[in-house]
Structure formats: structure tokens, C-alpha cells
Nanobody, 116 residues
């Protein structure tokens, strides 16, 4: 089992920045990929940014150039630095991990609200 705990959400004005953190614990050595998803009201959950199994970074087109995913292996933590935030970035952001068996793990989510 893998446990994921997000933090760092909040309310910010358009153009501002936030950094989300996702701390992983449990059977983390079996985690193959990790990333961030978001879900806005009335919309489907969508990929924001993720590390692939090869260590590359994938980003949604809507956040390229503004968001950066990074990780600290010593702390078992993945980060999402979000700059130049827009009202359309408002959503609940979820940390995701996929293990070697293809099982998905999700955090509880953290709310990000961007005011115009």
C-alpha cells in the first residue's frame, strides 16, 4: 500500500504562485510513476503533470511553461510549482502514484482557487 498526502493549496490572485507537495509513504519502492491531476467542478479529472517510468516529465498543454513538477527522492516527496496562475486553474489537485502492478493510488486532494 502507498499513502499520498497533499499540501500547499489555497487561495491566490491571478498571476500568483503556489507550490503543492505530495508526501509518499508505505510501499513507495514499488511506485513506478507519480504525478498531479486536477478536477474542476463539473469537469473530468485531468492530468496536469507527471513523471514517466523513464523519469521524463509530461505536462498538459494548458500548463506548459507555467507549472513545473519536481521531486525530492530523499524526502519521498513530489512537488508542483505553479506560476502565473489563472482562474481556470481553479480545481482540486490530486497526487497520483502508479505501482509496478498498475494499481493507482490517490491523495485526498487539495483545493486551489485562483481569483480574477
Amino acid at each position: 500500500q502507498v499513502q499520498l498526502v497533499e499540501s500547499g493549496g489555497g487561495l491566490v490572485q491571478a498571476g500568483g504562485s503556489l507550490r503543492l507537495s505530495c508526501a509518499a509513504s508505505g510501499s513507495i519502492f514499488g511506485v513506478r510513476t507519480m504525478g498531479w491531476y486536477r478536477q474542476a467542478p463539473g469537469k473530468q479529472r485531468e492530468l496536469v503533470a507527471a513523471f514517466t517510468s523513464g523519469g521524463r516529465k509530461n505536462y498538459a498543454d494548458s500548463v506548459k511553461g507555467r507549472f513545473t513538477i519536481s521531486r525530492d527522492n530523499a524526502k519521498n516527496t513530489v512537488y508542483l510549482q505553479m506560476n502565473s496562475l489563472k482562474p481556470e486553474d481553479t480545481a482540486v489537485y490530486y497526487c497520483n502514484g502508479v505501482d509496478n502492478y498498475g494499481r493507482d493510488y490517490w491523495g485526498q486532494g487539495t483545493q486551489v482557487t485562483v481569483s480574477s
